[in-house]
């Protein structure tokens, strides 16, 4: 399908599906904008509620294994750099400081981290280790993937997911009603959970999170120099993390082109702390 008529189509979708136009966040020093719509059945608490389960069962299972870790340097310096992320959370979104926040290092070997919806963190230690990351760089990891869940990504793609698989089936199974709609919505979560974020919302995030450093007192250059451990990690297998989320020229360059936005930031912050 060409590209007009892939927008046109999923316009259309979204329309039937009944996504409204929302703003998640404020826009920030760094200017993030964008108009963002979301599944009108689909509020903000049922995504949270659907992740906390996740989160549960995945901390349930490193608890099990052994793998849960509370009490290391590298959990303690994770919980220390969070403390200093959350409460700025604030200039983004009001309501974001006083989210239900966790946050857990899992000991692993896995290059990863992630912040879910409602403010649920896990990093992974090997991603701390094996890049051997400051604490400006941990920083940004982390101010990336809370400004994920700060604009809702995962609640948009979700919408978006229900809009594709409603459009299809030309509004003949309708969320909650028997048991197509069932089947209908647990294939939305499962594929929304892992869709890999697009290059939009990884711009967003990276933003977001630059100026969330900066706003805690971290150096944002550690921005730049932490997706080139990312790039270079791994030769022919990269980072989980990356996956999701590509290091290349135009990422490095609207990193560049924003840290001036928030240095200022980063200046007052770091005379306070």
């Known amino acids: 399908m060409s590209h007009p008529f892939r927008y046109i189509a999923l316009a259309a979708a979204l329309s039937l599906a009944g996504c409204q ?18 599944f009108s059945m689909l509020s903000s608490q049922q995504v949270d509620q659907m992740y906390a389960q996740s989160y549960q069962k995945t901390i349930g299972e490193a608890t099990t294994a052994g793998k849960l870790d509370n ?7 994770v919980k220390a750099i969070a403390a200093r992320l959350i409460p700025q959370t604030g200039a983004f979104r009001q309501d974001a400081p006083g989210w239900q926040w966790q946050v857990n290092v899992i000991k692993s070997d896995e290059l990863n981290a992630n912040c879910g919806p409602g403010g649920k963190i896990i990093f992974y230690s090997g991603l701390i280790d094996k890049l051997q990351l400051t ?57 929304s959970l892992t869709l890999p974020n697009s290059r939009e ?9 630059l100026e969330l450093a900066a706003r805690a007192g971290y150096n944002p ?23 999701t989320h590509p ?15 928030v240095m200022p930031l980063y200046e007052q912050a770091k005379g306070r702390n």
């Open 21 to 38: 136009p929302v703003n998640t966040t404020n826009g920030g020093a760094v200017g993030v904008q964008r108009q963002q719509y979301m």
């Open 71 to 77: 009490n290391s340097a590298d959990a303690k310096r």
């Open 135 to 191: 604490d400006d760089e941990i920083a940004a990891v982390m101010g990336h993937e809370i400004a994920h869940a700060l604009r809702e990504h995962g609640r948009e793609q979700m919408s978006r997911a229900y809009a594709v698989q409603m459009g299809e089936s030309l509004g003949g199974a309708l969320l909650g009603l028997g048991q197509g709609g069932m089947q209908l919505a647990d294939q939305v979560v499962q594929y």
């Open 201 to 209: 919302n990884e711009n967003e995030a990276d933003l977001i999170g």
């Open 221 to 243: 250059n550690a921005a730049l120099t932490l997706w080139q451990k990312m790039g270079q990690a791994g030769g022919d297998a990269p980072p989980e993390i990356l996956s």
């Open 247 to 261: 290091a290349d020229s135009t990422r490095m360059a609207n990193l560049q082109a924003a840290i001036p936005k």
